[in-house]
């Protein structure tokens, strides 16, 4: 890892007032979440349900046969041993110098919480939160693993109840929509991680930013490599803690 690299872009947190961090599946992967598309993504790997995890993560999959799409997502999702891993602490450390304003991700495994980050803006939703499909009402999430992949019903009305995430052919919320391109469009630094920037409608976010400072970490090239002022193809969890460190 480049040291200079590391030294510019703490110079550049500290001439900063109002950071914001964009990311997606790369900052967990640090912590031994698999992420999507790669190689040995979940999309790649994952054959026993002779069903592509795409189709089982959508809408209409997850109402036909919830039996598979609650064995898949206990296995993948719920049923993780997972913890924050540097990437997460450092930011949160971040946001408590007053400096990062927002966590916006495309994550749904709540590690960025976990870690001690408030103001997170979780683009699509949260393993940490079900709910009935009819009453809405909210099931605790040691209710749900309990059922050890069974489909949960709700106690309340015997309906089904389900991740408040958003699954394929579904609309993101209106709400965090708002919040996240408020946070971007407020922004004097972008640290984006973890993210080939590929997946839409999130990835149009980034447009909505008109600072100068762009600070891209991410294994892979990006569609934005060209206009960041920095780009670290290194572990995010090292470049994030070295130059957190720095402040």
Do not use: W
């Amino acid at each position: 890892m480049n040291e200079k690299k590391i030294d510019k872009f703490a110079e550049m947190i500290r001439q900063s007032n109002n950071i914001v961090f964009f990311g997606g599946a790369g900052v967990s992967t640090e912590s031994g979440m698999k992420d999507y598309r790669s190689e040995d993504g979940l999309y790649n790997t994952v054959k026993q349900y002779n069903v592509p995890p795409e189709t089982i993560l959508s809408h209409s999959f997850f109402e036909r046969y919830p039996e598979i799409f609650y064995d898949f997502y206990y296995n993948y999702f719920l049923n993780t041993s997972a913890q924050p891993n540097r990437a997460h602490y450092a930011l949160a450390e971040l946001e408590k110098s007053g400096k990062l304003k927002a966590v916006i991700t495309q994550n749904i495994d709540g590690l960025h919480q976990r870690a001690g980050s408030r103001n997170v803006i979780e683009l699509h939703g949260t393993v940490l939160k079900h709910y009935c499909t009819v009453c809405k009402t909210v099931m605790p999430n040691e209710k749900v693993k309990s059922f050890a992949g069974k489909v949960p019903k709700c106690e309340k009305c015997g309906h089904i109840v389900r991740p408040d995430v958003v699954l394929y052919e579904e609309s993101l919320n209106d709400r965090v929509i708002k919040s996240a391109v408020e946070a971007i469009c407020a922004a004097d630094m972008l640290i984006i991680g973890g993210t080939s920037l590929a997946v839409y409608p999130a990835a149009n976010f980034i447009r909505y930013f008109s600072g100068e400072k762009i600070v891209l970490i991410n294994r892979d090239a990006t569609q934005y490599d060209s206009i960041a002022s920095l780009v670290f193809r290194d572990s995010i969890g090292e470049v994030m803690s070295s130059a957190v460190k720095l402040i």
